[in-house]
């Protein structure tokens, strides 16, 4: 199970809002991980039994999983079998189970391997496309991602939230910001950029919500002093005014 990116509606105190699955959805389902190494395994097998055989990280985050194994034998099943072996056949199954084992280390290790190289590539493309002012693609590298289960989800999804910010499409930027929240309570960016995008659909007293927030984190931040100044201003001159 991949994440989606696709948006979809999703009602959260009776509001309907247009809503990103972020990733603490994802991390409540352990098979995540277990479907993804299922999907690995055979990319990863041929990269290391074949030398000349080679694999990008998409080809490996993207392969269709194996056909699953038959059902074990029971435990009788093995102790019958192994009474009726002599001790030559019962020294090379013990062997046969040490060549499995590190066998699959090494396919444990090759897929780690690729996707430590996918999300080295994708977390340098989104950036380099988000500075180049190409947010859309950045926001797809951001998506591709966060699919490979990054150490720091909350920071992808808050970079998302900014390429939504930056497309205008404040609804979807809220919902980023907020999941990222979720994911790291203390990640101060986050609230900076859900009041950001509470500004942008005029919910002024959300938008200074955030902003407290992150500044109990932060008592300093620069950005989130001048934004509550902002809000401030605008809820004094104009109440209800959108900011852009």
Same mark, same amino acid.
């Given at each position: 199970?991949?994440?989606?990116? @696709?948006?979809?509606?999703?009602?959260?105190?009776?509001?309907?809002?247009?809503?990103?699955?972020?990733?603490?959805?994802?991390?409540?389902?352990?098979?995540?991980?277990?479907?993804?190494?299922?999907? @690995?395994?055979?990319?990863?097998?041929?990269?290391?039994?074949?030398?000349?055989? @080679?694999?990008?990280?998409?080809?490996?985050?993207?392969?269709?999983?194996?056909?699953?194994?038959?059902?074990?034998?029971?435990?009788?099943?093995?102790?019958?079998?192994?009474?009726?072996?002599?001790?030559?056949?019962?020294? #090379?199954?013990?062997?046969?189970?040490?060549?499995?084992?590190?066998?699959?280390?090494?396919?444990?290790?090759?897929?780690?391997? #690729?996707?430590?190289?996918?999300?080295?590539?994708?977390?340098?493309?989104?950036?380099?496309?988000?500075?180049?002012?190409?947010?859309?693609? %950045?926001?797809?590298?951001?998506?591709?991602?966060?699919?490979?289960?990054?150490?720091?989800?909350?920071?992808?999804?808050?970079?998302?939230? %900014?390429?939504?910010?930056?497309?205008?499409?404040?609804?979807?930027?809220?919902?980023?910001?907020?999941?990222?929240?979720?994911?790291?309570?203390?990640?101060?960016?986050?609230?900076?950029?859900?009041?950001?995008?509470?500004?942008?659909?005029?919910?002024?007293?959300?938008?200074?919500?955030?902003?407290?927030?992150?500044?109990?984190?932060?008592?300093?931040?620069?950005?989130?002093?001048?934004?509550?100044?902002?809000?401030?201003?605008?809820?004094?001159?104009?109440?209800?005014?959108?900011?852009?």
């Amino acid at each position: 199970m991949l994440i989606h990116t @696709t948006r979809k509606q999703h009602s959260r105190e009776n509001k309907t809002i247009q809503y990103r699955p972020g990733l603490s959805q994802i991390h409540r389902h352990s098979v995540f991980l277990e479907t993804w190494r299922s999907k @690995t395994t055979e990319v990863a097998k041929k990269a290391v039994t074949n030398s000349s055989t @080679t694999a990008s990280p998409l080809q490996v985050l993207q392969m269709d999983p194996p056909s699953p194994e038959a059902p074990s034998e029971s435990m009788t099943d093995r102790l019958n079998q192994l009474k009726s072996l002599d001790s030559e056949a019962i020294q #090379a199954k013990i062997a046969a189970a040490k060549r499995d084992e590190a066998e699959k280390k090494v396919l444990e290790e090759a897929r780690m391997a #690729a996707r430590d190289k996918a999300i080295a590539e994708y977390t340098a493309a989104g950036k380099a496309a988000f500075a180049a002012g190409n947010y859309a693609e %950045a926001e797809r590298h951001f998506d591709r991602l966060l699919e490979c289960q990054p150490d720091k989800p909350a920071e992808v999804v808050c970079n998302r939230a %900014a390429c939504a910010l930056k497309l205008g499409r404040f609804a979807d930027a809220v919902s980023d910001a907020a999941e990222a929240t979720y994911l790291d309570d203390t990640y101060v960016k986050a609230y900076y950029r859900l009041a950001l995008g509470h500004q942008g659909m005029g919910n002024i007293e959300k938008a200074f919500k955030a902003c407290r927030a992150g500044l109990k984190l932060e008592p300093d931040s620069m950005q989130l002093l001048k934004l509550q100044e902002e809000l401030q201003k605008a809820e004094t001159e104009q109440p209800g005014a959108v900011l852009v």
